[in-house]
Structure formats: C-alpha cells, structure tokens
C-alpha cells in the first residue's frame, strides 16, 4: 500500500483525471472530495462489499423458481382485481 | 425461453446463436442480444456481457445470465413488481455512462436471492438498470438510497 501524507486542501492524483482532495479534517473522520471522469464510478467501499456479498448469495441459490413464480403471479393477480 | 431485448449495435455477419447455460436450464441465445456491463457486477467485475431470459412458467421473474467471466445467473424481477411506489432515480453521471437521455425509457431489475427453505429476498438498494437503446447497463448503488439489500419476497 501507497501512504502519503496530506493536509487539508492537499490532494493525490491517480492514474489520469481522478483526484482525491482532503477538504476537512475532523477528530471522527476524514472529507474527502473525489473528482474523477463520469465513466468512472465511484462507491463507499462498504457499500460495495455488501452489494458485492448479496450479489453471491443471489448467484448461488440452488432453490427452483418456479415456487415463487407462482406465487408472485398469483400476488399480482389478486391485486390487479 | 426468449430474450427480451436486441442488441443492434453488434456486428451480424456469420453464427450469431450462443449457447446458454443457466441453473435454471440450456438455452439458445444471440449474440445480438448481448448487454454490456463495462464494470461488470460487484462480485461479478469479469463478467461483461449479460442476456435476459425469459419464460412463461418463470414470470414475473427473469434470469440475468453472464456469457463471460465466472459463471453466474441471477434471478431479476421489475423492482416497482416486488415494491409498488418503487422509485430510484439515476444522478446525471450515471445517466451519462449509460449513454441515455432524459427521456430515455430504462429497464429496471432487481436480483433476487432464493433461501433453499426459507423467504426470497429482493435487493432494491442497488438495481441493475439497462438502456435497451444502447444495450448498455451497470447496478445502480445511489448514496442516500433507504431501500434495503435484502427486501423479503415472501411466499405463503
């Protein structure tokens, strides 16, 4: 891992047209204003962890559809009347 | 099974029928019905191209099948059927890299997770969205959505 030292209103640059700026530095945590091209996204890496946990546990379900199929058509039916 | 969509942009010419493995059965796919995921899922970065598949007996759920990378297929269903009064709305930049406009008709998805005994669940924080214009899509994780990862999609 790359460490760097920062201040407030300090920034690094990665790769071409990202920038990470420290805009306040607090006693509970860091703002930080990240400036990057729109095709990049950009996440809270808790965020994507847990979209990335839920993700795996979608594409490992080994459960057949057809049950809850079903019983969704039967929910949209009755609610369509 | 059939798809839904139709990707015109890829080239024609030559075999364009892709066989498909789900867990849910072997399908005849086209390749111009590819979807492109340029970052691929979370979890999934190396898949890049998705098809839908669809079927009488499976709806209103779909499958979401990946053509490259790790083998995956996610069961989808349209977050407003799993959620009445579902609403998300893109930020411009999102907008952007699914190369749609304001007006832009988008399909909405939201991957379901089966328990083998238990409830279903639906994840209505981070929709999949596709502009069927250009065969683009990405999951959608907005910063200040309160829908939950897991929504129960209950059977009785």
């Given at each position: 891992m790359l460490v760097i030292t920062r201040k407030r209103n300090e920034a690094i640059i990665i790769g071409h047209g990202i920038e990470v700026r420290v805009l306040r530095v607090g006693r509970d945590g860091v703002r930080l204003g990240v400036t990057a091209p729109a095709s990049i996204p950009v996440h809270r890496t808790e965020i994507y962890d847990m979209v990335s946990t839920e993700n795996r546990a979608a594409a490992d379900g080994v459960a057949s559809p057809a049950i809850l199929a079903d019983w969704l058509r039967r929910q949209i039916a009755q609610a369509g009347q | 099974m059939t798809n839904t969509v139709l990707n015109e942009n890829l080239p024609t010419d030559g075999d364009t029928s892709l066989r498909v493995e789900t867990r849910f059965g072997e399908f005849e796919a086209d390749r111009r019905n590819l979807i492109d995921f340029?970052?691929?899922?979370?979890?999934?970065?190396?898949?890049r191209h998705f098809v839908i598949m669809s079927s009488l007996s499976m709806a209103p759920l779909q499958c979401l099948h990946a053509?490259?990378?790790?083998?995956a297929s996610f069961l989808v269903i349209d977050p407003r059927v799993a959620l009445p009064g579902y609403r998300c709305v893109l930020s411009a930049p999102d907008r952007l890299r699914l190369r749609a406009e304001e007006d832009s008709t988008l399909l909405w998805l939201a991957l379901v997770t089966l328990g083998e005994n238990g409830p279903a669940h639906v994840n209505l924080r981070a929709p999949v969205v596709i502009n069927p214009a250009g065969m683009v899509g990405f999951q959608v994780m907005p910063h200040?959505?309160?829908?939950?990862v897991r929504h129960p999609l209950c059977v009785e």
């Open positions: - | 340029p970052s691929g899922l979370p979890g999934f970065e190396q898949c053509v490259d990378g790790a083998p200040d959505s309160l829908y939950p």
